[in-house]
């Protein structure tokens, strides 16, 4: 077969190994490094990679090649975590933090999420739809062709669902593909303090069977913490989820160790959000129920804490991780997946081998998607990130700059 496409010349190219599952324990340092290679484009899917020149069979007089002498590339980089569909900032809570102020003490305050839930409501279709269409737009450019993306400024049917309206619109129209959370369980919303059982009767009953009717999301998640919502109360609204047909993700074991975990693991959940705080038999019961841990050290980082996700410890016992930035107005405001990935080097003490393989094949399958995207195997979309860089070690290295040159969707290029 011919291709339309064939980018060439590549210094090296970073080749996740798709084993029909997300890669766990060792398996997260295992991919193919090809060096001097090429990628063949055929409408819009990968047709072919491999190293040297590419074959004369793959060429007639209709295909372009272009030229990445000296550039590295890897399957386009997943942010499998984000809150990003939100009105206004929170900048006014830094001196907070920076004096030492608690992140859920600001919240039990009514500021934290409550303050953006406050400016979300206020905010209408086109500002939400304006201002998450620019943060996809910085993503892109950082590398980023697919994101999952959670309601939860809301708290209400009206803004939930003007959020979750703003994502399906955005799928259509941005060069991005999200992927859709309903997270209305992610705090409690002011007219229904100390009553939070009446909440989540709310979402469940209500809520949920409407988001399922208009198709709004293919994920449901709650916030299982301190003063938010107990493992109790996460485990009957995630069990009705999934009763619809919801796949399921928690955020668990951030701040407090409080049962998240074992509710993800009793319920199969696709993925678990957070875990600083998680114990060694926490690591051994996501590991045996094939939970991914989707791990934010941008979030520690930016609450100024010490404790990071146990991301070693977490391979070494087997498990299946990621990296995701979890860009949200307040606990980390970035829309910069290479940041991310560069902590989880320099803090976490992973290697760029698994890293890359957190944000492409694990985090395809932390989105199920990872029939379509996450590798280079023929037939997946041509999602491509090519990095100025000339091999693998280069973005963590030099660190703190963008070092996306370009970027490919669907065999399109999208940034140049
Ligand atoms: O994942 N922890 C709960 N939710 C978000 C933060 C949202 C916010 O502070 O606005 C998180 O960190
Ligand atoms: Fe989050």
Redesign the pocket.
């Known amino acids: 077969m011919k291709a339309d496409k064939i980018l060439t010349n590549f210094k090296q190219i970073f080749s996740p190994i798709d084993k029909g599952h997300p890669l766990r324990g060792s398996q997260m340092s295992e991919a193919n490094i090809i060096e001097d290679g090429y990628i063949a484009i055929k409408d819009g899917k990968i047709l072919k990679i491999d190293s040297g020149k590419p074959a004369a069979e793959l060429i007639d007089d209709k295909t372009e090649i272009i030229d990445y002498t000296g550039k590295m590339a890897t399957p386009g980089l997943i942010d499998c975590h984000t809150?990003l569909v939100y009105g206004g900032s929170?900048e006014n809570e830094f001196s907070k933090k920076l004096n030492g102020v608690p992140?859920l003490d600001i919240l039990a305050q009514g500021g934290?999420?409550l303050s953006?839930v406050n400016s979300t409501r206020q905010a209408s279709f086109d500002e939400l739809y304006n201002k998450t269409n620019d943060l996809l737009n910085e993503m892109v450019i950082h590398g980023v062709t697919t994101v999952e993306a959670k309601s939860g400024y809301g708290l209400n049917w009206e803004t939930e669902e003007r959020q979750l309206k703003v994502v399906e619109k955005l799928n259509q129209d941005h060069v991005i593909n999200l992927v859709s959370t309903f997270m209305a369980a992610?705090a409690i919303p002011p007219e229904y303090k100390g009553k939070s059982d009446e909440f989540i009767d709310l979402v469940i009953e209500e809520m949920l069977p409407k988001v399922k009717a208009e198709h709004l999301a293919e994920f449901c998640d709650i916030?299982c913490?301190t003063g938010v919502f107990t493992a109790a109360q996460s485990k009957r609204l995630l069990q009705a989820a999934k009763d619809l047909g919801f796949k399921l993700r928690i955020?668990a074991d951030?701040i407090d160790s409080i049962g998240g975990v074992d509710v993800a693991a009793e319920l199969n959940a696709t993925s678990a959000?957070?875990l600083m705080m998680i114990t060694n038999e926490g690591i051994d019961k996501l590991s045996q129920a094939h939970v991914i841990g989707n791990l934010?050290p941008g979030?520690t980082f930016s609450l100024m804490e010490d404790t990071y996700a146990p991301a070693k410890k977490m391979i070494e016992k087997g498990m299946a991780i990621t990296l995701t930035t979890?860009s949200?107005?307040?606990?980390?405001p970035t829309a910069n997946l290479q940041f991310i990935m560069q902590l989880g080097c320099f803090m976490m003490k992973l290697t760029p081998i698994q890293i890359l393989n957190a944000v492409t094949i694990n985090a395809a399958y932390s989105v199920c998607q990872a029939d379509k995207i996450g590798s280079f195997d023929e037939g997946k979309n041509a999602d491509i990130t090519i990095f100025d860089a000339p091999n693998i070690d280069y973005p963590f290295y030099f660190f703190a700059t963008n070092l996306v040159g370009s970027v490919y969707k669907d065999g399109k290029l999208v940034v140049q």
């Open positions: 809150h929170r992140y934290g999420i953006t992610h916030f913490e955020h951030e959000e957070h934010l979030t979890d949200n107005p307040g606990s980390c």
